[in-house]
Each structure stands twice: as C-alpha cells, then as structure tokens.
C-alpha cells in the first residue's frame, strides 16, 4: 500500500470510529431529532446527550488514544525496546496513584477535578523521580522505571488494603480499571492543555530517534545531546500520559500495539512512525470504546479491561516474534 493510500485509509478509519463513538450508546440519537433540534431556539434531549456526553466523551478518547500511541512510539525509538510503552517509565502509575490518593482521602467529592489534577502531579512527580535516577543511560532508566512502577503499585494496593469503606474500595477499583465514561468538558480541558505541551515534547525527539538507530555513540558523534533528548521524552511522557491516565484510569497496551501496527506500512524510520502511531492509537482506543458499548452486559465493560483482553493476545505474539528472530 502506498504511503497516499494508508494516509486516506487512516483518516477515513478515524472518521468511522469518531462517527460510531457520537452515534452509538445506550440511547438511540434519531438523526431527523438531532437536524430538528439544530434549527431549534432551545437544544433537545438529543443534542444535550450528544453535546454534553458523547462529544467529550469522543474527543477525550481521540486524545488519550493520540498520547499512548505518540509516547509509545517515541519510548520504542528512545530505549530501542518493542516492548516499552508509556507505563515503562512509571508514569502511568504514578498517575494512578495521585488519582487514588484523592478518592482515598474523598478529595474528588469535595472538588470533582481533584482526581485529575492530583494525578498530574503525581505523574510529573514520578516522571522527575525515574530521570534523576535514571539518567545514567537506557538500562538504567528502564530499571529506575521498574522500580518507581513497583513504588507506586506498592501505595494503590496500601490504598486498596486500607479503604476507609467498602464503597471507597469499589470506587478506587473501578476507576483504576480505565473508561470514558461519565467523562465531561470539564475534565477535557483540563487535561487537554497537558497533553498538547507533551506532544509538542514527544514530537521534538523525531531527529534524536533517527539518529539513535544507529547506536548511543554514533548518535553522539553526530552532535544528537542524548540528554536533552530523554529528558524532552520524559517530560512528554509524563505531561501527555499522565493527564490522559489521571483523567481516565489506567488503559493499557494501546501505546505498546498502535507502533507495531504501523510500522508495516510506513516503515522502521522513527521519526515517520510517530504521527501514524498517534493517529492509529486514537482510532484504536475509540473503537475499544464504542466496543465497551456494544457488548450486551448487564452494566458497560470497562475501556482498560476491554484493551487488557484484546491486547494481551498481541503482546504474547509479539515475545514469541522477538525470539523467533533474537540470536
């Protein structure tokens, strides 16, 4: 397929799932009510549903699906690891655990967006943590990554553990299984500005990728500053996924398949995987949605275990790739 071709077929495919996601729910939107309401003085009951539900609900979905694809793309390209993604370097935890830590202490009752901005915090805080100790190259920020991952679990399952009631241990776990649901404008334009300045961060390592293809000491001789480069991937990762995390739980495996999927097409150059990853990460994770709203059980399925189940087939596909083809 031709480099025109995929283009066409990615925008036509992302146009599909954003359609799907605003037409389909529990409650049927007759196009002939939404034209009628457009002409009317005062919005009907479909439009509020669609304005006040679903258009947020959708693009909030293309953004975080953007973020996991983009920041799983360049984390491939900077620890030259197929397997990394965005939680390699703690962030998604960290992320997680602010949230939690407001729905502990009942932060998000007294203030609806405590969860996402304390989960912010938490992200850039970890994000900070992994680079200071990780700065000694790859291995060891992969491993500073582990360790900071292994922390931050370590305090969901305190917080878990030591649940102030059954209800606060149901509400900690049903959010860290991820989903755009009852998601609104208001916790969009939070934590879009975040993830905008994470792209542009995520986006401004495309030349440093390139050249580390080559290995660590040839990137070097070619006057890449491979610390400025880790430290824009860090500060991307932790800005763009953490935002993305705090405000929908955690959702994996989008930012470890969206690269894998489309470097068939476009080919292994880093810097040229980054915008389809992001494009193709978007279109995945609002198809996994609309996916949680077709399925026939009695209460919706949530986003992440709905990528869980479907991811982890993939993953394990991918280590038996990696050994078939490792010396």
Request: glycine fraction near 12%; aromatic fraction near 6%; charged fraction near 10%.
């Amino acid at each position: 397929m031709t480099r025109i071709g995929w283009s066409a077929l990615t925008i036509v495919l992302l146009i599909a799932v954003s359609l799907a996601s605003l037409g389909i729910g529990r409650v049927w939107l007759d196009p002939s009510v939404l034209i009628e309401g457009l002409f009317a003085p005062k919005p009907n009951l479909g439009w509020l549903i669609l304005a006040d539900l679903r258009l947020p609900r959708t693009l909030l979905g293309l953004m975080v699906g953007a973020t996991l694809g983009l920041s799983g793309a360049v984390l491939q390209g900077l620890l030259r690891n197929p397997l990394a993604e965005p939680g390699t370097l703690g962030v998604s935890a960290g992320a997680s655990l602010g949230a939690v830590i407001a729905i502990y202490f009942g932060l998000s009752h007294v203030f609806s967006l405590a969860a996402p901005v304390l989960g912010i915090i938490f992200a850039l805080a970890v994000g900070a943590l992994t680079f200071t100790v990780g700065r000694g190259g790859t291995l060891t920020m992969i491993l500073a990554g582990a360790a900071v991952s292994g922390l931050a679990g370590a305090g969901l399952s305190l917080a878990l553990n030591f649940a102030p009631s059954p209800y606060a241990a149901y509400e900690i776990t049903t959010w860290l299984m991820g989903s755009l649901a009852d998601r609104d404008s208001a916790q969009l334009a939070l934590a879009a500005p975040f993830m905008l300045i994470g792209w542009l961060c995520l986006a401004a390592t495309a030349r440093s990728l390139d050249a580390l293809t080559l290995g660590e000491t040839q990137a070097l001789s070619l006057g890449i500053d491979l610390g400025r480069t880790r430290l824009l991937a860090l500060i991307g990762t932790a800005m763009a996924v953490g935002a993305a995390t705090a405000t929908t739980g955690a959702i994996g495996f989008i930012g470890l398949v969206a690269p894998h999927l489309v470097r068939p097409f476009v080919g292994h150059q880093p810097s040229r995987v980054l915008l389809p990853s992001a494009l193709f990460g978007a279109i995945l994770l609002v198809a996994a949605d609309v996916g949680t709203r077709l399925i026939p059980t009695s209460q919706e399925l949530k986003l992440g275990v709905l990528t869980s189940i479907v991811g982890t087939p993939f993953f394990f596909w991918l280590v038996l790739k990696l050994r078939r083809t490792s010396p």
